[in-house]
């Protein structure tokens, strides 16, 4: 797919090529270091022009890419060109010295080429690996604007330290309804409000994987289609609310394109940090608390799994109180009287899917529950009142056989009717915004594509808040068997 798409990077504006996964200026260095290695089996007369126009492309594009950020997928390229370079060079010299142009047998010299094209070649291949994520265009009626804020509990202490009086903060960023900005309107930033937090946070979630953080470096150069600060729309009304908590390690931007999504469609989506737990958490003063918590791979023995869910509970709680502040005005901003607090649903993808369900059972406020691919925590659940739509990834030999019938009989504890949806194709990390920057690794983004994974995976949750919660009349259950193998679990049965 040719698509172009424009992608701001500190204040200048680029294309991202998305059927390449390059900018213009890239594809440029691309294709003038093919031609020096091509031009070695040319004709001499036009082995020199094309020498010289290829070299000349080569140099200005990578002094400006130099000077806007070059990415380390095109350092592969260069090294290509570089070695193709001195049998260019060398026979543009003889042939302007009048002496004639010596050419090596074609034998001896095919291996050197060949080589050179598989270095130029890995570029483009590691660019499509690792891209530059772009995110998809939300589908609905409103612009979507976005603000991040950061809330203290002060009856809660902080039990990652040993400071009596630390209290437990976390960092909340929220999508919202806007109006439509100006086109040149520059949008937010992924992963964080400014360059320098979008690379903290990408490192740390890279070391938090076992990745190097070079692999990933196009991941904070994006940006995203949510404007920082928007006004507020003036249609619209209150609009329901949506908290989110992100898996073990997660941070709060990594559902981004399915907030963005919500949002479009007159949601606000308030997702979480959860700070000591999610990989890095940049507070306003520019302290970076890094988490302390590693996943040992073991669902069962791994207390510190249950304990912090637990909080994760607490804060999704801690969350929605605060968001009444802001509606009733007790706290400024421009959500101020917008936010329908009657109408919540509480959601997480992985362990936050977990807390999800936690806090539902704990805080009656919640009307609803979304469970992306999380692995219930709770030792002793207890019934509770919310309908849940549980979305799961293929089951297959390597899935926890423990999975599905936990789950399953904690969708029966609910006396609403809720819903489990496992969609073909699906892994672990489908459900957030992974399969846009990662390689297409079934094993690890699924099978779906770049953006079909995501896609389904907001239409599913859009369609279960907008019976849940905005009470739309329809065949629920015939919407959500559209995307996968559904189980309904009705109060009645159990």
């Known amino acids: 797919m040719w698509q172009r798409v424009p992608c701001a990077e500190d204040g200048r504006v680029t294309e991202i090529i998305t059927g390449w996964y390059l900018s213009p200026l890239e594809l440029l260095v691309l294709l003038g270091a093919a031609a020096i290695v091509v031009a070695r ?10 020498t010289v126009v290829a070299g000349t492309v080569l140099v200005l594009s990578v002094i400006v890419l ?16 570089v070695c193709a370079l001195p049998s260019a060079v060398s026979a ?68 990652a330290t040993a400071d009596p ?68 729309a003036d249609k619209g009304g209150r ?20 907030a963005e999504e919500l949002a479009s469609h007159g949601y606000v989506v308030a997702a979480l940090d959860h700070p000591y737990d999610s990989a890095a958490v940049v507070l306003a003063d520019g302290r970076t608390i890094r988490t302390r918590i590693t996943s040992t791979g073991d669902d069962e023995d791994d207390e510190r799994a249950v304990e912090t869910t637990r909080i994760r509970a607490a804060d999704l709680s801690f969350g929605l109180t ?38 539902a059972r704990q805080d009656r406020r919640f009307a609803a529950v979304v469970d992306l691919d999380g692995y219930p925590r709770d030792p002793d659940p207890d019934s509770f009142h919310q309908p849940v739509l549980g979305l799961t990834q293929a089951i297959t030999r390597e899935t926890d056989p423990r999975y599905i019938p936990r789950l399953t009989k904690v969708l029966k504890l609910s006396t609403g009717t ?65 995307y996968g193998d559904l189980s309904v679990h009705h109060p009645e049965n159990g």
Not at 70 to 81: D, E
Not at 429 to 437: E, I, Q, V
Not at 472 to 482: H, I, K, T
């Open 92 to 159: 543009l010299l003889r042939r302007r010295s009048g002496r004639p142009v010596w050419r090596a047998r074609w034998w001896l010299a095919l291996p050197g080429s060949l080589a050179c094209l598989g270095l130029i070649v890995t570029g483009p291949v590691a660019a499509w690996a690792f891209p530059v994520p772009v995110f998809p265009t939300p589908s609905g009626d409103f612009a979507v604007g976005t603000r991040v804020v950061q809330w203290t509990d002060p009856h809660r202490p902080e039990t």
């Open 66 to 81: 130099s000077v806007a950020g070059l990415r380390w997928q095109m350092l592969p390229v260069l090294a290509g060109s």
């Open 239 to 258: 609009f329901p609310v949506v908290l989110f908590s992100p898996g073990l390690g997660g941070v709060r931007t990594q559902n981004t394109a399915w």
């Open 418 to 482: 809720s819903y489990r949806l496992t969609i073909p194709g699906a892994a672990h990390l489908t459900f957030m915004d992974a399969p846009l920057y990662l390689p297409p690794v079934p094993s690890m983004v699924g099978s779906l594509g770049r953006t079909e994974g995501p896609r389904l995976v907001a239409a599913a949750t859009l369609a279960f808040l907008d019976s849940t919660l905005r009470h739309r009349q329809g065949d629920l259950a015939g919407v959500l068997s559209a």
């Open 165 to 232: 009086q630390d209290r437990r903060t976390v960092v909340v960023q929220l999508w919202y309804p806007a109006r439509r900005s100006p086109a040149d309107v520059q949008r937010a930033r992924y992963l964080g409000r400014t360059e320098h937090e979008a690379r903290t946070v990408s490192d740390a979630l890279a070391r938090y994987a076992g990745l190097p953080g070079f692999l990933v470096d196009g991941v904070p150069r994006a940006r995203t289609h949510a404007v920082f600060n928007a006004p507020v």
């Open 41 to 50: 089996w040319l004709a001499p007369a036009a082995r020199a022009r094309v």
């Open 322 to 359: 605060q968001l009444g502040r802001v509606d009733r005005g007790e706290m400024a901003g421009p959500l101020t009287g917008r936010l329908d607090t009657g109408r919540v649903a509480v959601t997480g993808h992985s362990l936050g899917g977990a807390a999800a369900l936690q806090a």
